[in-house]
């Protein structure tokens, strides 16, 4: 019963501990850099950042969708994916960086998904 209760134990840290080396220090994403050939590395780089995003970890959410920008121009990720690198700079307070990846985004996207919301953002952030 003991021995059942520490081998539980030891698992259930082992997998959380995992997890943590996975995806919240960046390992899963290193992996995908050294291997872009991987199946599907701009939708792992990207569900990454939109996970990062969600938990409030705008600096990694950045270091991802920034990946899949440089790694996979092409990708049909590519327009969520720079959006991704502006808003997240604006969240961080890096208005002059966000301006410059939004024009980029009207640039390179300009019947992108998000073209109306690059607009205003982009108004917005000439107002301050």
């Keep these: 019963m003991k021995r059942g209760f520490l081998f539980f134990c030891f698992c259930v840290l082992s997998f959380f501990y995992g997890w943590n080396q996975l995806i919240t220090h960046d390992g899963l994403g290193l992996y995908v850099e050294q291997h872009p050939e991987t199946w599907a590395g701009d939708s792992i780089l990207y569900g990454l950042g939109s996970f990062h995003e969600l938990i409030n970890q ?3 959410a950045l270091r991802m969708y920034e990946r899949v920008v440089k790694l996979y121009p092409d990708s049909p990720r590519g327009d969520v994916a720079q959006f991704g690198v502006a ?23 300009p019947k992108g998904r998000y073209i109306v919301s690059v607009s205003r953002n982009i108004e917005v952030l000439k107002g301050f």
Aim: charged share 60%; with cysteine.
């Design 58 to 60: 705008d600096r990694k």
């Design 87 to 109: 808003s997240s700079c604006e969240r961080l307070k890096e208005r002059q960086r966000s301006m410059k990846e939004y024009e980029l985004y009207k640039e390179k996207y």
